[in-house]
C-alpha cells in the first residue's frame, strides 16, 4: 500500500489549496479515505472523510471551508481547502485503514501565513 500526497506549501490567510494523494497496492473504490492533520505540539486530528459511496464528514472547523472528493478512476483523493487560516497550518497526512491496519502518506506540509 501507498500513498503519496501532494499539493501542500504557503498560501496567505484566505487563500486555498488542493491536497492530492495518490494511492496505489488496494483496491481504491471499496475503501474509506482520510485526511488528518498534526500541527507541531499537537495531537494528529481527523480532517475529513469520504466513504466508499462518496458520503462525506468534516470536523467542525473547517465545515463549509475544506471539501474531501475522490476520484476512483485515478485512485485520487484530495481535499480543497478555501478561505485557510493559521489554524489551519499543519502537516496534512491521508489515510487508509485496511484490515485494522492504517496506512499513511508521507504528509504534506501546509502553511499559512502574510
Known amino acids: 500500500v501507498q500513498l503519496q500526497a501532494s499539493g501542500g506549501g504557503l498560501v496567505q490567510p484566505g487563500g486555498s489549496l488542493r491536497l492530492s494523494c495518490a494511492a496505489s497496492?488496494?483496491?481504491?473504490?471499496?475503501?474509506?479515505l482520510h485526511w488528518y492533520r498534526q500541527a507541531p505540539g499537537k495531537q494528529r486530528e481527523l480532517v475529513a472523510y469520504?466513504?466508499?459511496?462518496?458520503?462525506?464528514n468534516y470536523t467542525d472547523s473547517v465545515k463549509g471551508r475544506f471539501t474531501i472528493s475522490r476520484d476512483n478512476a485515478k485512485s485520487t483523493v484530495y481535499l480543497q481547502m478555501n478561505s485557510l487560516n493559521p489554524e489551519d497550518a499543519a502537516v496534512y497526512y491521508c489515510?487508509?485503514?485496511?484490515?485494522?491496519?492504517?496506512?499513511w502518506g508521507q504528509g504534506t506540509q501546509v502553511t499559512v501565513s502574510s
Open positions: 489515510n487508509v485503514n485496511i484490515r485494522f491496519v492504517d496506512y
Open positions: 469520504i466513504t466508499l459511496g462518496g458520503d462525506t
Open positions: 497496492g488496494f483496491i481504491f473504490n471499496v475503501k474509506a
